[in-house]
């Protein structure tokens, strides 16, 4: 779905370093190396880990137990970074700005061993204090070496003990490192089931399993699972679940049989096929926010199945390129124009507003996204939510259904838009848990909420409008 918020002039994607280019690639610890590297690219150019880490991967040959080391660290390193922090400037004895950008790399590095990993402490320390050396001289080595002794003076309990906020809440947020206003958006929004949050924010803080889709007429799940070692998936019948490794290596994917998608926006794409229409279905359909276009490829194999075609619109250029690949011989068109002033002609049979949100719902595979965003982006992205979904509804026929979805659980983002639009425009909001046949713990309804620690999925939600006639 398209961005918000997103800075230009800034490619998030490569793993070049500016000055720092020419580096050798043949190192004496290629997985720290990597790993340095990745949080380097995050905090220098706002780079997204899981895009340029397996870049660096490549670039340094890493492959194997290296580079299952270097993800780790990683990754995990990027989505503790708030936590990290707050524990190195307790230790360091000064605020975080004030420590120079490519020490504080080490040291969060460092200190993500130390309070995360099972690696020894002497080994964390030492190999830390080595590519400090490396990177600044024996002077700056020392101060690393002096500020990681002064994180194993305590344990990761006691560091929680003694920096966590005092409220249940803000807690729980330190303890698995989340910031505070996301905890209680997540709290918000489990209502009742509040006191699933710790299960929650300990399913968000780890590393999720890969997810695989099958395309429907290319390949079945059963036989993916089978040439992928995978296993598939509970609640879509297109969906198979990896361990590990690298998908884009495998010959499914390479075919463009297969794709990395996460099972809960295969459910969303499920559910606005399934949704009852008031009439025929005339096989008219519109993705509305289709950029990078992986529920838009589902949608299209689902659609050409029977005859029918999807318009997709995106309005920038380089992400309706994604779609247009993701899409390649299926029936789809794809449009580049703001979904909030299309042009299209109305009367399309079901219509996903798949919206930009502020995606809380998929920090889990976004290492440092939950340090990036702030309540602030919120407003914005609101009204942009409510604007696309009067667009689209303006585009469906009568007794056509829309789905509205998001990869956010945020209250504003969700139940409070689809009331919005209930209120002025009269529709009839179908029972989206009926859509999902098979699938548990979807909550009172009508609306659809998933969640990673109930479903193993993205934390998408899902509501299902049909216009009256």
């Not at 101060?143 to 807690?171: C, H, K, Y």
């Not at 390649?328 to 124009?337: A, C, K, L, T, W």
């Not at 983002?413 to 209930?422: K, R």
Request: charged residues 25%; aromatic residues 4%; negative net charge.
């Amino acid at each position: 779905m398209p961005g918000a918020g997103k800075r230009s002039g800034t490619d998030r994607t490569r793993p070049g370093r500016g000055q720092s280019a020419e580096r050798p690639k043949h190192v004496k610890d290629p997985a720290r190396t990597v790993a340095l590297e990745t949080l380097r690219a995050v905090r220098e150019r706002d780079a997204y880990a899981n895009l340029v880490l397996p870049a660096f991967l490549r670039e340094y040959s890493v492959q194997g137990r290296d580079a299952a080391l270097a993800t780790e660290l990683g990754y995990g390193a990027s989505r503790t970074l708030g936590v990290l922090d707050a524990v190195i400037a307790e230790c360091a004895g000064r605020e975080i700005a004030d420590i120079d950008g490519p020490l504080l790399d080490v040291l969060r590095l460092g200190t993500y061993q130390l309070l995360r990993t099972r690696i020894e402490p002497h080994a964390a320390v030492h190999t830390a204090v080595e590519l400090a050396r490396a990177e600044s001289g024996a002077g700056r080595a020392g101060f690393v070496n002096a500020v990681l002794r002064r994180v194993t003076e305590r344990s990761p309990q006691d560091w929680v003990a003694r920096l966590a906020p005092p409220d249940p809440i803000g807690r729980l947020a330190f303890e698995y490192a989340h910031p505070e206003w996301i905890a209680q958006a997540f709290a918000d929004a489990l209502g009742p089931d509040v006191g699933e949050l710790r299960d929650l924010l300990a399913a968000d803080d780890a590393r999720p399993v890969v997810h695989l889709v099958a395309r429907p007429g290319d390949i079945t799940a059963e036989e993916l699972a089978l040439v992928t070692g995978g296993e598939e998936g509970r609640w879509s019948p297109y969906a198979v679940y990896l361990e590990g490794g690298d998908p884009g290596s495998l010959e499914p994917v390479r075919e463009g049989m297969a794709a990395v998608q996460d099972e809960g926006s295969q459910l969303v794409v499920l559910a606005l096929t399934r949704a009852p229409l008031h009439g025929s279905d005339t096989g008219r359909w519109l993705d509305l926010c289709a950029g990078p276009g992986g529920k838009t490829a589902l949608l299209g194999a689902l659609a050409g199945i029977d005859g029918y075609r999807v318009d997709a619109v995106e309005p920038a250029a380089h992400r309706a390129q994604l779609v247009r690949s993701a899409t390649r011989d299926m029936p789809v068109e794809v449009h580049i124009v703001d979904g909030r002033d299309s042009g299209l002609p109305a009367g399309y049979d079901r219509i996903l507003v798949d919206a930009p949100c502020t995606g809380l719902g998929a920090l889990r595979r976004r290492p440092e996204a939950r340090w990036r965003r702030t309540p602030g982006d919120v407003a914005d992205l609101v009204a942009l939510q409510r604007e696309l979904v009067t667009a689209a509804w303006d585009l469906l026929r009568p007794g056509g259904v829309l789905v509205y979805s998001t990869c956010s659980p945020h209250l504003p983002e969700t139940v409070a838009v689809v009331a919005d639009t209930v209120r002025r425009t009269g529709a009839e909001q179908l029972d989206a848990r009926e859509l999902l046949p098979g699938v548990t713990g979807l909550g009172a309804g009508p609306a659809v909420q998933l969640w990673p620690h109930r479903h193993g999925t993205d934390a998408m939600f899902v509501a299902a409008l049909r216009k009256p006639q």
